[in-house]
């Protein structure tokens, strides 16, 4: 195991950093709408041929602030402007919503806002912050989404665990009488209340799941498998990765205190999966990393499939 690693870990910043425009002051959705840059709406307009016939069944959606076409959608397709989804969060949390962060991806084509619930939970015995993101997108390719996102408050790890027995999230498509549905949302704060209550049996029940280092080792290495014929490249960065990962789940400050259990090991998975620095660091690296935060991570759910077998 990994000595004198512990400046590893002691930043980790949170999983949608470098994302959008921090709000968290905005005592308004409307003040919300302008520190985040989305006080702009979307408008419909008809389609034509260069030779000016109607294309019947389709629209574009515009921004009207820059008139960016964001999407070409059916004649069913619904917008959600942005006011819309802010009002949808005050009204579903009431007075006093907290606004952490808000903006938009592609140019507008994807929307988010994200809101922190007003009470904090415990798993076993420690902080966890919920929050609740709303998504939704111009350009036709979403549905309007709002997700649970659980973040254990002394590491910044997201605890996005698929738990059979509780919903995560809720959507809707952009059809029929919006307004309607999105009244019909309400039991989103039920459904959080749900899911982190169900995520604290599950935490005890991972809790008591005894681990062998050995056990511990052979699953990061199905979690990080190596490639078939893999170069020479590709194993050092498997190799490196599975180091990482050890790394979190030996030594991580605030992990090598529990015991080694199947809660320990989720915890050092989602820590990898939040934090760890990519092989290569694409344009949409942070994107694609807040999109799984939202939607939850494949290797969360794959670590939660080998605790569960």
């Known amino acids: 195991?990994?000595?004198?690693?512990?400046?590893?870990?002691?930043?980790?910043?949170?999983?949608?950093?470098?994302?959008?425009?921090?709000?968290?002051?905005?005592?308004?959705?409307?003040?919300?709408?302008?520190?985040?840059?989305?006080?702009?709406?979307?408008?419909?307009?008809d389609l034509m041929t260069v030779e000016h016939y109607p294309i019947h069944g389709f629209r574009a959606n515009i921004r009207n602030d820059n008139h960016t076409v964001l999407g070409v959608v059916s004649d069913r397709y619904r917008v959600v402007q942005n006011e819309e989804a802010f009002a949808f969060t005050d009204n579903?949390?009431?007075?006093?919503?907290?606004?952490?962060?808000?903006?938009?991806?592609?140019?507008?084509?994807?929307?988010?806002?994200?809101?922190?619930?007003?009470?904090?939970?415990?798993?076993?015995?420690?902080?966890?912050?919920?929050?609740?993101v709303f998504t939704n997108s111009h350009d036709g390719s979403g549905a309007i989404r709002v997700a649970a996102t659980p973040v254990r408050v002394v590491c910044n790890n997201t605890l996005n665990l698929a738990l059979n027995t509780a919903k995560r999230s809720w959507s809707v498509a952009h059809k029929g009488n919006i307004q309607k549905k999105l009244e019909e949302a309400r039991n989103t704060l039920f459904m959080a209340d749900q899911y982190l209550k169900t995520l604290q049996s599950e935490a005890e029940r991972l809790s008591m799941i005894r681990l062998s280092d050995k056990k511990a080792l052979s699953w990061m290495n199905e979690l990080l498998p190596?490639?078939?014929?893999?170069?020479?490249?590709?194993?050092?960065?498997?190799?490196?990765?599975?180091?990482?990962?050890?790394?979190?789940?030996?030594?991580?400050?605030?992990?090598?205190?529990?015991?080694?259990?199947?809660?320990?090991?989720?915890?050092?998975?989602?820590?990898?999966?939040?934090?760890?620095?990519?092989?290569?660091?694409?344009?949409?690296?942070?994107?694609?990393?807040?999109?799984?935060?939202?939607?939850g991570h494949p290797m969360i759910d794959q670590a939660m499939k080998l605790l569960a077998a």
Not at 100 to 128: F, I, M, N
């Open 226 to 295: 190596l490639p078939e014929k893999a170069t020479e490249l590709q194993e050092l960065n498997v190799m490196r990765m599975r180091a990482d990962l050890e790394r979190r789940y030996f030594d991580a400050p605030d992990l090598k205190v529990l015991p080694k259990s199947g809660w320990r090991f989720v915890n050092a998975v989602s820590d990898f999966a939040t934090h760890a620095e990519p092989l290569r660091r694409t344009e949409r690296y942070q994107e694609n990393l807040f999109g799984k935060t939202i939607d």
């Open 92 to 132: 579903l949390l009431g007075e006093g919503v907290t606004y952490e962060t808000a903006g938009s991806l592609c140019g507008g084509k994807r929307v988010w806002l994200l809101a922190r619930l007003p009470e904090p939970y415990q798993l076993l015995g420690e902080e966890v912050t919920p929050y609740l």
């Open 1 to 45: 195991m990994a000595a004198n690693v512990e400046s590893m870990f002691y930043v980790r910043e949170t999983p949608w950093h470098g994302l959008g425009t921090r709000v968290e002051e905005a005592l308004s959705s409307k003040e919300a709408l302008r520190y985040s840059g989305l006080d702009w709406r979307v408008r419909q307009e």
